[in-house]
């Protein structure tokens, strides 16, 4: 049994347990919090600054993914600061990628505070990686003009899931980007498409081919598809398949992120092997 | 990891290797190849094929040598272990490296790592059981678990992993020859009796043949009708061209599959049958003996159907109505009434906690993370857990001057057994097959990367193209089997088989390498 930490949230008080994130407390208390870079089955690297929170008697705001509560600790969430810091941080990242294929909560989130990356400029004036799409095989698509380095991708690829560490940052400044070795192309690199990366990337910089091929002849329609759990079949390790499915055919698949055996990651042949079933 | 890729074989197991291994745990991999699992390893031990016995009794005299055993455990858990320890005296550390090939030390390392660990587990793959003496490998790795105390507990343990999402359920529910739905004897006429009343019909009373049997008993003309459901032995079966012979031998072969496969096209009625894990509602169990739901996501395509609506329509037709048209949670809660350890797994639990563990006796049973643990209770819980006194028995397919290099079939991360699944997705990784050599055998046939060979063995030859492959072991050399249409391994494959379990030695066979007359290379690879 762990050590309970008493703080306060919002004005009420909350105990939880002592390790325990300040964001892990707010999703214990039920308040909604944004994340970019985050997520549950990866370490936290504070970048995108979008879950950031005040703390009494701290002179910044904080990344609530990975500051730890402590006792006594005094947590607001939704202050005028907060917002307005969050609003920023959604408006500047919009300035500079299309974000109009991030996952449905990264645009509900920036509608909730009524972000306006247009007031930055316009995009196409601002835009700092100005690139074309990477198609270099058939089963992903790497479009880094929609990337905002917030090295999901990177985390998955290594420590955090599949230890293949085929991508990095590279670059500095306005040049840092996500690279394979030398820029290689994709299948020439260290790559085993597990596309591990793709499922943790929330702006579709990174997507499954046969999405974006979809979702650029128009036929993608997210409203017409059903997702269905179930159990990969290519060996006795039991994944957990979560099936898209849309006009009766396997459009994606994905694996559920609280799942014990899978922690949401899959390898090439759970991930792209279905294609025997419309085979 | 003791003969297992679990890398490339067993890719998320291995992500949760790996934490351990973050998290300060030690790996050793003992496989004759330098694998993609064994670069993760803190050591390699590459061991000759087929030693691993040898490699396993080193290990436990050592451990018995330098005084590690855990003598509670075995006093109070065991039994045999006087008898063992006698029987394992000859293999020193020196015999053992020279029937193993590794170093002394390595091998001293390994037994004293693995018996002063507080917690450590032996997994293993087919590098363990696709051999003659694939039931004696396992074990003989057990005894090192009961030397030591390494099972029974939480973080330590046996652990095989399994090569099919139902490998391990299709056991559970008695498609054994040996054995009704959850592990109860055929041959025990109270088990038989309990089955008999549910299913209001009589159970014949003997065991039946495994696969290896059924086809010596083709071979007699003893086995006639084949009913073949998800398998393709006429890829699958090592010296495929025998297994073909047989099956077409059969006055009747029907075959019920997702795809119109190489058995299928050999029979006299084919029922296409819907996709378990996509089109299909019911359970899977895992190795971890998870039994997780499996569900219908798309309808089956054109005439598939249910598997199981195939079944009860031919119990019909063959005269049986009783069957009626159950659905598979009245086929579970049926289930439940025979099979205890699934007793407590009600279809609305496996439902809400996304799957549970068997032993499952009762609905307010959380499922078992570890088997065994009765054999801490003092006194221990049931049997005394034995010692194996088992035999090193090299490979049967011999290395002669005629046939002298070892070759072993191995997977490939992104392909399936005989590939009937994994040939419709666009791999970016995918090679196709070719024979891998070690440099210095490369360097004496005088053949080079790229080239087309003559691959024989004592049941045929067949071409394929070399891969010169640094690291690898002289006199060895290996190849997956994903592609039979275009290199049909199994036409030389060993056809040597474990008598206790009816297992093909897929992992040893004996050949020889020529370079073709022509010295062509390959253009594109199969």
């Known amino acids: 049994m762990s050590t309970m930490v008493e703080i306060t949230l919002d004005g009420e008080s909350a105990r939880v347990p002592e390790g325990s994130t300040i964001l892990d407390a707010c999703r214990r208390k039920g308040i909604d919090t944004p994340t970019l870079c985050w997520a549950e089955n990866l370490t936290p690297v504070n970048v995108c600054r979008v879950c950031v929170v005040e703390v009494e008697g701290s002179r910044v705001l904080v990344p609530s993914c990975s500051r730890n509560v402590e006792e006594g600790m005094v947590v607001a969430t939704d202050t005028e600061r907060v917002r307005t810091s969050r609003r920023m941080v959604y408006e500047l990242l919009a300035s500079s990628v299309e974000m109009d294929r991030a996952t449905p909560e990264v645009l509900a989130w920036m509608d909730h505070y009524g972000a306006r990356p247009d007031r930055m400029g316009d995009r196409s004036e601002i835009v700092t990686q100005a690139q074309p799409v990477k198609v270099q095989d058939d089963l992903y698509v790497r479009d880094y003009e929609r990337c905002i380095l917030c090295y999901k991708c990177v985390e998955a690829c290594g420590d955090d899931a599949q230890h293949t560490y085929a991508i990095a940052t590279a670059g500095r400044g306005f040049d840092a980007h996500i690279s394979t070795e030398h820029d290689v192309s994709l299948p020439d690199s260290a790559c085993v498409y597990c596309g591990n990366c793709i499922g943790v990337c929330p702006t579709g910089a990174l997507m499954f081919k046969t999405e974006h091929d979809m979702r650029d002849a128009g036929t993608w329609d997210e409203s017409k598809q059903s997702v269905t759990t179930t159990v990969c079949s290519f060996c006795g390790v039991g994944c957990n398949l979560e099936l898209h499915v849309q006009d009766e055919r396997i459009v994606k698949v994905t694996s559920p992120a609280d799942h014990s055996v899978t922690n949401g990651h899959l390898c090439i042949k759970g991930r792209f092997g279905w294609q025997h079933a419309h085979a | ?526």
């Open chain 2, 1 to 526: 990891m003791w003969g297992s890729n679990a890398r490339n074989a067993h890719p998320i197991f291995f992500h949760h290797a790996l934490r351990g291994v973050a998290n300060g745990a030690l790996m050793w991999t003992i496989d004759p190849r330098r694998t993609d699992t064994a670069k993760f390893a803190d050591h390699w031990l590459g061991l000759n094929v087929g030693s691993d016995i040898a490699l396993a009794h080193g290990i436990a005299r050592e451990i018995i040598a330098a005084g590690l055993t855990d003598e509670e455990f075995i006093e109070n858990a065991t039994s045999g272990f006087d008898e063992f320890a006698a029987f394992v005296e000859p293999w020193t550390l020196k015999h053992t490296s020279e029937v193993t090939g590794i170093p002394s030390g390595a091998i001293r390392d390994l037994s004293h790592a693995y018996a002063t660990a507080d917690k450590a587990q032996i997994c293993w793959t087919l590098g363990i059981t696709e051999h003659h003496t694939g039931v004696d490998n396992v074990q003989s790795l057990c005894n090192l678990a009961l030397l030591t105390g390494h099972v029974g507990r939480w973080g330590s343990g046996l652990v095989p992993l399994r090569g099919q999402n139902n490998v391990q359920g299709g056991g559970d529910m008695g498609a054994l020859p040996n054995k009704l739905t959850g592990f109860q004897d055929v041959e025990d006429d109270e088990a038989r009796a309990k089955f008999e009343a549910v299913w209001g019909c009589p159970i014949p009373p003997t065991n039946g043949w495994n696969l290896t049997e059924m086809f010596e008993a083709m071979e007699r003309d003893e086995l006639k009708a084949v009913y073949c459901i998800g398998e393709n032995p006429v890829d699958s079966e090592a010296d495929a061209k025998h297994a073909r012979a047989m099956i077409e031998r059969l006055d009747i072969l029907v075959v019920q599959d997702v795809f119109m496969t190489r058995t299928a096209e050999v029979a006299d009625v084919v029922f296409p049958a819907a996709l378990g894990w996509a089109e299909s509602d019911g359970t899977v169990t895992n190795s971890e003996r998870r039994v997780q739901r499996m569900r219908a996501a798309v309808p089956p395509p054109g005439q598939a159907r249910q598997e199981l609506e195939i079944i009860n329509d031919l119990a019909a037709a063959m005269g049986d109505e009783g069957w009626g048209a159950p659905t598979p949670e009245d086929l579970w809660e049926e289930l439940r009434k025979v099979s205890p350890m699934h007793g407590g797994m009600s279809w609305e639990r496996l439902e809400a906690e996304g799957g549970i563990q068997w032993p499952c006796p009762s609905e307010d049973h959380p499922g078992s993370p570890f088997l065994h643990g009765r054999l801490w209770e003092r006194p221990a819980g049931g049997r005394r857990a034995p010692f194996s006194c088992v035999e090193n028995r090299p490979p049967l397919d011999e290395l002669t001057d005629e046939f002298p290099l070892r070759l072993t079939t191995v997977r490939a991360l992104d392909s399936y057994n005989t590939g009937v699944q994994t040939e419709h997705f666009a791999s970016p990784i995918r090679t196709g097959e070719a024979l891998s050599i070690s440099v210095a055998d490369a360097e004496a046939l005088g053949v080079v990367d790229g080239e087309r060979v003559a691959v024989s063995s004592r049941r045929g030859t067949i071409e394929m193209t070399v891969e010169v492959e640094e690291y690898l072991a002289v006199g060895l050399c290996h190849t997956t089997f994903h592609f039979p249409e275009t290199t049909d391994i199994n036409q030389i494959t060993s056809d040597a088989v474990d008598p206790k379990a009816g297992t093909a030695e897929f992992k040893a066979a004996a050949v020889r390498v020529e370079r073709l007359a022509d010295g062509k290379l390959a253009g594109d690879r199969a």
